[in-house]
């Protein structure tokens, strides 16, 4: 059955798109048995396979419309292209015999210090030596007490976002990625989209991440006062929020889109998420 289930939402991915897919099965599969935590055993695992772990603990601020968007949109892309995907919010995976069973490790919205520090080294040791990371939003809020994080993988941290009213905004991303990030030539060059946007202490490509969409803040209104009288620091014509690093052998993609359910919904923006997927876990073109 679940291989009829496959190959069925393979055929209507290539007849429809993934719009199309996303329908049916909010339609007529959503409502059947849950996976939310536990794997999607599509295939065995082998090196063709892209595996991948869904991490959605939280320890500080909870997204919880967009951590359970996110869940339901993933398990249809892993459905669609095959991939071995687990969700689990459990710590006590990051180990190096488990995390060496993921060729990518999604922080799903993740905030807060939900490891213990003999498991960020195991993490740390994970990423260094080949392995991928994948961060939406909240993942990369300054919650987390984890140098490392900050400096190595993300090469940025968070200051603030907008406040009252003007907190969540449409805004106009401007493509910057090269040939070697997945897909690249297919995404639009410019690309307006409502979000809460971040802001960051400097722009990591300051520190030499390659920028995939830049934020352009002439598209926005941003305070010069917020609602506390503090001055509001502004990022100016270099403000990133969609980038990769490259971490030892290992990969990192930061996207600072994704605070609200809706916004997974949006097919440009899970086409982005996918082409992440893949660069981070090491099955696309080379890391520069």
């Known amino acids: 059955m679940k291989k009829g289930v496959t190959y069925l939402l393979l055929f209507l991915v290539g007849f429809f798109g993934y719009k199309g897919v996303s329908t049916i099965y909010n339609k007529f599969l959503k409502n059947r048995k849950s996976n939310n935590e536990g794997k999607i055993n599509i295939n065995l695992k082998n090196d063709e396979v892209l595996s991948a772990l869904v991490y959605s603990a939280v320890g500080d601020f ?12 993933i ?66 809020d300054d919650s987390k007490d984890w140098g490392w994080y900050y400096e190595v993988l993300l090469k940025a941290k968070f200051t603030h976002h907008l406040n009252t009213e003007f ?42 991440s390659n920028i995939i969409y830049n934020l352009n803040e002439k598209s926005l209104f941003v305070e010069d006062i917020n609602e506390n009288g503090i001055p509001i620091s502004k990022m100016g014509e270099d403000h990133p929020v969609v980038w990769t690093n490259c971490v030892g052998k290992g990969r990192s993609f930061y996207s600072a889109m994704g605070h609200k359910g809706k916004y997974f919904l949006e097919p440009l923006h899970m086409d982005l998420i996918k082409s992440g997927i893949i660069w981070a876990s090491g099955k696309s073109a080379k890391c520069n």
Request: hydrophobic share 30%.
């Open 62 to 73: 909870n997204h919880t419309d967009a951590i359970k968007a996110f869940k339901v949109e």
């Open 75 to 140: 398990k249809k892309l892993g459905i669609i292209n095959n991939w071995d995907i687990e969700f689990s919010n459990n710590p006590s995976l990051f180990n190096t015999e488990g995390l060496k069973n993921f060729d990518v490790v999604i922080w799903n919205n993740s905030t807060g210090n939900t490891l213990n520090k003999s498991q960020m080294r195991s993490f740390e040791n994970y990423i260094e030596n080949g392995g991928g990371y994948v961060g939406i939003h909240g993942a990369g």
């Open 167 to 208: 907190q969540f905004q449409n805004g106009v991303l401007e493509k910057k990625c090269t040939s070697s990030f997945t897909n690249c030539q297919k995404m639009p060059s410019t690309w307006e989209r409502e979000d809460e946007w971040y802001f960051f202490d400097e722009s990591p490509q300051k520190n030499g």
